[in-house]
């Protein structure tokens, strides 16, 4: 996958890359790190549509039960398969090895509902004060 | 520690039955009869008392230890009640009993119907149902209710608001139940954000259910601008009462406008709870509802005797075989009882007042989620601790070897590293001491050695158990080793 400084964030702590108009869809270090050790993934089906900011797939963790929410509309084309049997790769490589989903976008202007590295940096910091 | 399986030898046992002088098997068709042996544990009497005897001790209980678990409302159940449950009048009824001849169990009757006052007056509700079997079960039934409220008006209603700081069986009770989950977020002071409320609210709402006080152990000073609010849409207001605990003689949830209630016995009125239960989750109800609640319900006739009537047309029906869980509804009637009026009101005193003390002794050491005037219950959290790399869980695991149970931790889920307290009425000033000295001892063993935390707890059977394996390789067969 990509350099993280080119991928998107939402407000929520899920990336997104693009590769070849394929959106593909995780969650970020921050989120995974909160969550800590993942033990389940339920993810959508292939073929699913789903819509931006809502929901996509949910993780549980030895903490709690979360929601991922799409951070863009689309039709999933594929599902990461390992996270069945491997949770916890998205403790251990979230910004690769653990993706989620990929998604043909159906609307690239919701781009703009989006942070870039920067702005999701800034969002993160004015989150612990 | 063995299985009672392992400890199995061939053909010993610890009972003797007498020569049977019939030939039982003659009426048994073939196909019900067994062909291989059945595998249960061949054990002595002996074996057996040492073996539940052993797996006891392992237990952490209330009896036995401090267990300030937020939100749970462990407290200690006194002893009296289990008398009350086991007089034989009550504990050998037959549950059919009353289809037979309810003249056999007006005692019985009676204790539901007295317990449906009792706790119509305590929360300001008009009527009750006492066959919710748990928290969670009551909250499905009130919103079938709720449901079933607006189904018969022709409401055309999709959705249930519910704070973010709730119980996780919210959610999932008003899913079950049809509705949409609407959420709302908690403000800077830790309440309900009642300005977001006003946004959300419109006639398609069929209502909102709360804690109260919340889950942070905070009363919301907006509450019956809540309850108007969701009124004014004609939707309905649901308390749970994980926390009634806080309010007990002080303050009624149907007089703060509420609709519908559940009430956890095995919380506020101190029957067992968690493995040990059961619980039971009464569900009272305004008298605008009371036409829905299910059935069988039990009256009281112009003769003074008790009777069960099905007769109610628009009742949700059925939630639960029999009657409820008796002998824990009648353990809680003997609770109330005892009380009475003031010792109830002593109850929520205490409560309120053993947190707040929890509070005062730990704020310098601890950060507090919201610093308000806490309730029953007072939510701190670890990221100072967590700065240093201990985390909640490592501050519960080092409780642990202190003999003390952990308080509930990452809950509520909007607090991060959160420590929820939650002492109750009954621990004394002295146990409290000692909790509040050893979560002191943790706070200063983070900042000096904060790698020591990953090796409690040291003195427990099991250590720390690799949770993730736990969750994903689940291994629940008895008869592995054999």
Sequence with gaps: MGNEEEYMYTKEHEWVCFEDNVAIVGIAEYAQSALGDITFVELPDVGEDVEQFERLASVESVKAASDIFAPISGKVLEINKKLDAAPELINKSCYDKGWIAKIEPSDLDEKGNLMNAEEYQQFLEGLDT | MELIFEKSASGRKGFQLPKSDVDIQADIPAAYIRKTECLLPEVSELDVVRHFTQLSKLNFSVDGNFYPLGSCTMKYNPKFTEQAAAIKGFADLHPLLPQLDNSLVQGALEVLYHMDRLLSEITGMDDFTMQPLAGAHGELTGVMIIAAYHRLKGNKKTHIIIPDSAHGTNPASAAIAGYEIVTIPTDD????????????????????MLTCPDTLGLFNPDIDKITELIHAVDGLVYYDGANLNALLGRARPGDLGFDVIHVNLHKTFATPHGGGGPGAGPVGVK??????????????????????????????????????????????????????????????????LNASYMMAKLKDYYQIAYDRRCMHECVFSAMRQEAQGVHAVDIAKFLIDKGMHPPTIYFPLIVKEAIMIEPTETESKESMDQFIAAMIEAAQLAEKDPKSFKQYPKTMPITRPDEVKAAKEIHCNFFAKR
């Design chain 2, 189 to 208: 002071k830790g309440a309900l954000d009642f300005q977001k409320l006003k946004g959300l609210v419109n006639t398609q709402t069929a209502g909102l």
């Design chain 2, 287 to 352: 008298r605008k509802l009371s036409h829905l609640l299910p059935i069988s319900r039990v009256v009281k006739n112009a003769d003074n005797t008790y009777a069960l009537n099905y007769n109610y047309p628009d009742s949700i029906g059925y939630v639960a075989s029999f009657y409820g869980n008796f002998g824990v509804i009648l353990k809680a009637y003997a609770y109330i009882l005892m009380l009475g009026k003031e010792g109830l009101r002593n109850v929520s005193d205490h409560a309120v």
